[in-house]
Structures are given as C-alpha cells and as structure tokens.
Nanobody, 113 residues
Framework: QVQLVESGGGVVEAGGSLRLSCVVS????????MDWFRRAPGKEREWVAQ????????HYADSVKGRFDISRDVAKNTVYLQMNSLKPDDTAVYYC??????WGQGTQVTVSS
C-alpha cells in the first residue's frame, strides 16, 4: 500500500517561512520524480515544484522560484518543501505527489497579511 503523508502546514504571517514534509511509504522517493502541488480556494490545482528521480534536478513554478526549495532525504524516504518569504497568495492546501500516480491528503498553509 502506498501512502504519502504531508505535514508542516500552519498559519504564518507574510514574509515568514514554513517547511512542509511528505513521508512516503510503499514506494521510494528515489524511484521516481516527486512533485508538490497546491490548490487555493476557488482555484485550479497548481504545480509548485519537482525534484528528479536522481535528486539532482529541481524545477519550480515561476510564482515560487527563488522563494521555495524542494529537497529530499532518501534515508527517511521524505521530500521537503522549504517555503520562505511567504505571501498571502501562497495560501492553499499543499499536496505531494509520487510519480504522477499517488497523492497525499494535503496540508493547509495560510499566510496572513
């Protein structure tokens, strides 16, 4: 059984930081690329960041480039999303995704102005 469990969301003031975690079981984070997505209230799901299968290549949406950093710990089978300089527009439920197949339940991030 494959499970992805996100954590680390919360309420933060604009300009603050949060680090999201996604613990994977049933698959290895090194077996496929992994992504973070988000869905803001009333909006479509938006892709945020990706880390390659090798872990050596990362990609970011323009809206978060320079502020967010995706990384992973293979030993912990966990992927992270470090979010800095947060803006109210970053308010959303954040989801991790393994191999474009499996999703976590999401973690809420709320950025107050």
């Amino acid at each position: 059984q494959v499970q992805l469990v996100e954590s680390g969301g919360g309420v933060v003031e604009a300009g603050g930081s949060l680090r999201l975690s996604c613990v994977v079981s049933g698959r290895n984070v090194s077996d496929y690329s992994m992504d973070w997505f988000r869905r803001a209230p009333g909006k479509e799901r938006e892709w945020v960041a990706q880390i390659s299968r090798s872990g050596g290549v990362t990609h970011y949406a323009d809206s978060v480039k320079g502020r967010f950093d995706i990384s992973r710990d293979v030993a912990k089978n966990t992927v992270y999303l470090q979010m800095n300089s947060l803006k109210p527009d970053d308010t959303a439920v954040y989801y991790c995704n393994w191999g474009h197949q499996y999703w976590g339940q999401g973690t809420q991030v709320t950025v107050s102005s």
